[in-house]
């Protein structure tokens, strides 16, 4: 995976650019319905609330699948990536929760 980001640096450094540049919360929801359809964002937000539900400490994929009404095959991949992945989903927490407070 590594040689593929390298790979593709440029491609993946526009979409960073790109979600960087959203300043507002309306800016944000006119590109996300843009670019996404409706069922791809409703995907997105399910995925989101399923790693929050790991950062938040929900400790089994029952009540994560109960919580966001999801597949376990979906909780699975999903708790795959906050678990091997990259930390990308702590650091956004974070971030909106230092914000928060």
Known sequence: MEDYRHQHKEKYNVICDVFLALD???TCKCFLFDLFTI???DM???RLQIAKCFYEG????NQVVEA?????ATVSRVRHA???GND???????NMN???K
């Open 24 to 26: 507002t919360l309306e």
């Open 39 to 41: 069922q791809e964002l």
């Open 44 to 46: 997105l937000a399910q």
């Open 58 to 61: 929900t400790p089994t994929y």
């Open 68 to 72: 966001v009404k999801v597949s376990s």
């Open 82 to 84: 906050y678990k091997h």
């Open 88 to 94: 990308g989903f702590r650091m956004v927490f974070d």
């Open 98 to 100: 230092s914000k928060t």
